[in-house]
């Protein structure tokens, strides 16, 4: 009898602990199933559930990373993917996506040094190199992002970011033509890409293309109309374009636009403001060069023209209140640039 009811608790035993696995395989398939239908922050809940139930048996901290950066919570994503690596050190997915996260948290030289260590586990996608390239592109190393970005559409020419991103570093370098050329061709992939075709324009423009860039800024603007969120970029290139090649009039129509999809923008103002002091409408210049101060008060070309705006509006002690101001910016920004270059700590 003793035999045969010790063989039951084992049987019993064994059919629980079967049980138990099966429960723990159901919850991390209900979890997949989540992150699969794109509920990213139920997904990161069950997958740390998943977790907890059976420590580093399972991928449950790799996909609540991924979970956690679809959700853009990337200190969490970090926390969660570092937990894996530490149970699965040759996880090369994981070892990517981590680079990924320190790119997203602004701290290139970090993802760089993760991208390396990850290049050894696995090579890199046309879209890793894409994110290497932003790194070298946060850290002001225009040449490098070129390179990787070269890299990136060599293994896939139609990815239309890399090749935005590649005319973006190209106009950075002054390197007009390319740039202009890259805008094209992703114009040529995505006739609606606002960015590309406001970017197209200011390369025009950097080329002193005047009537090329103001058709390539007229096209985004018509593009930038139908997007439910508004930018100011091509209204205020526009304008500001319109407004510097004698075309004064019809500036101000795309600039009063620009400041009323960024009133908090200082530049909006800024290019309104010189808009109307041009056209002799010094009582609307001065509001906007106003606002402008307000919103940009260490800009020493702010002051300066609302000085001139002064000036002209028979304001003079206004006016030498501003001139005085820009001096005292202009002389500060100029100590800060000595000591910095002579290494003087301020």
Request: proline share 3%.
């Amino acid at each position: 009898m003793r035999t045969t009811a010790n063989t039951f608790l084992i049987l019993l035993a064994a059919a629980m602990f079967v049980l138990g696995a099966f429960a723990q395989s159901l919850s991390y398939k209900q979890a997949m199933q989540l992150f699969q239908d794109h509920h990213w922050a139920e997904a990161a809940v069950a997958f740390a559930q998943c977790e907890e139930n059976a420590p580093g048996k399972t991928a449950a901290s790799l996909y609540r990373g991924k979970a956690l950066v679809n959700l853009g919570k990337f200190e969490e994503a970090a926390a969660a993917l570092g937990a894996y690596q530490a149970t699965h050190p040759q996880s090369d997915d994981a070892a990517y996506l981590l680079a990924y996260v320190r790119f997203r948290q602004n701290q290139p030289k970090e993802s760089l040094k993760l991208f390396t260590a990850a290049a050894r586990l696995h090579n890199p996608t046309a879209d890793d190199l894409k994110v290497v390239a932003l790194d070298y592109v946060l850290l002001g190393d225009y040449d490098d992002a070129a390179r990787y970005l070269e890299e990136s559409l060599a293994l896939d020419p139609g990815n239309v970011e890399a090749r935005y991103h590649l005319g973006r570093v190209r106009y950075q370098q002054n390197r007009f033509d390319l740039a202009v050329a890259a805008f094209q061709e992703v114009l040529r992939r995505e006739p609606g890409n606002v960015k590309a075709e406001n970017n197209l324009g200011l390369s025009l423009e950097a080329k002193n293309e005047v009537e090329a860039a103001l058709v390539a800024y007229r096209q985004a603007v018509k593009l930038a109309e139908n997007l439910p969120v508004q930018n100011e970029q091509p209204y205020l290139n526009l304008g500001a374009l319109l407004a510097k090649s004698g075309h004064t009039e019809e500036a101000i129509p795309w600039l009063v636009r620009a400041t009323e999809i960024a009133p908090r923008s200082g530049k909006t103002h800024y290019q309104l403001a010189r808009a109307y002091f041009d056209l002799n409408r010094f009582e609307e210049a001065s509001k906007e060069a106003e606002k402008t101060v307000a919103l940009d008060p260490g800009e020493s070309a702010d002051h300066y023209l609302l000085g001139r705006i002064y000036q002209r509006s028979g304001k003079s002690d206004l006016a030498k209140e501003q001139f005085r101001l820009t001096e005292q910016l202009i002389h500060s920004k100029s100590a800060d640039s000595s000591g910095m270059a002579s290494g003087v700590p301020h």
